[in-house]
């Protein structure tokens, strides 16, 4: 079965300074997705973004970063110059296939985030 | 805004009761996934269908039950109601492109 830990129950920072959430999978396939996602205090779940296993390319939009390194199954997150909207419980996931023809995304406990002002 | 819409956005009832939540998925989208959210379970995957048709299960109580109908529309019924089924529930549709799921605002279920 596959498995997604995040270790980082909470992290508390200051506005404006950086923070990194961990993200560590295992799996059996050889091609999967891995995704992140937001859920804020409103309860959503907002997609931030996905990357194939075969695609390492580091890939940065706006103040948000994320370091996907294969070797050691991580998929990382990083918020630069952190905001206090930013304060959210952050999920990854991967996404895992099902039975024959069906599929299913296993998600982490998610990292609770608050930005302080 | 995802695209995927979900009501009701609240539902409170009493054990022993019978609910039913509703899912319409992004324009184009034909997959449709249900899952459950609570605080000592984390979220978790309930069912998959696809087109109609039911493509994975996992960890529905057999109280549970889905189907998603010609429209693509998508209704989860929860039967025999227990205080543990207190929770947020999802519902997703998958852009098969991009193996993306989009969530829908969710429905906090509460049974008192």
């Known amino acids: 079965a596959q498995k997604v830990t995040q270790a980082q129950t909470e992290i508390s920072v200051v506005e404006k300074e950086d923070v990194t959430l961990d993200c560590v999978y295992e799996?059996?396939?050889?091609?999967?997705?891995l995704f992140w996602y937001k859920q804020p205090p409103s309860g959503e779940l907002v997609f931030l973004i996905r990357?194939?296993?075969?695609?390492?390319q580091n890939e940065i939009s706006g103040r948000y970063s994320w370091n996907f390194q294969k070797s050691t199954s991580s998929f990382n997150f990083t918020i630069t110059a952190s905001q206090v909207v930013d304060s959210a419980v952050y999920f990854c996931?991967?996404?895992?296939?099902?039975?024959?023809?069906?599929?299913?995304?296993?998600f982490g406990e998610g990292t609770q985030l608050t930005v302080n002002p | 805004d995802s695209g995927v819409t979900q009501t009701p956005k609240h539902l409170i009832t009493a054990t022993g009761q019978r609910v039913t939540l509703r899912c319409s998925p992004r324009?184009?989208?034909?997959?449709v996934y249900w899952y459950q959210q609570s605080l000592d379970q984390g979220l978790q995957f309930l069912i998959q269908?696809?087109?109609?048709?039911?493509?994975a299960k996992g960890n529905i109580l057999e109280r549970f039950s889905a189907q998603q109908f010609p429209d693509l529309h998508s209704e989860l019924n929860l039967s025999s109601l227990e205080l543990g089924d207190s929770a947020l529930y999802f519902c997703?549709?998958?852009?098969?492109?991009?193996?993306?799921?989009?969530f829908g605002p969710g429905t906090r279920l509460t049974v008192l």
């Open positions: 990357r194939n296993s075969f695609d390492e």
């Open positions: 997703a549709s998958r852009n098969s492109g991009t193996d993306t799921q989009y």
């Open positions: 799996t059996r396939d050889t091609t999967y997705y």
């Open positions: 324009s184009g989208d034909l997959s």
């Open positions: 269908y696809y087109n109609g048709e039911e493509r």
């Open positions: 996931a991967l996404s895992e296939k099902v039975e024959t023809s069906g599929s299913r995304l296993t």
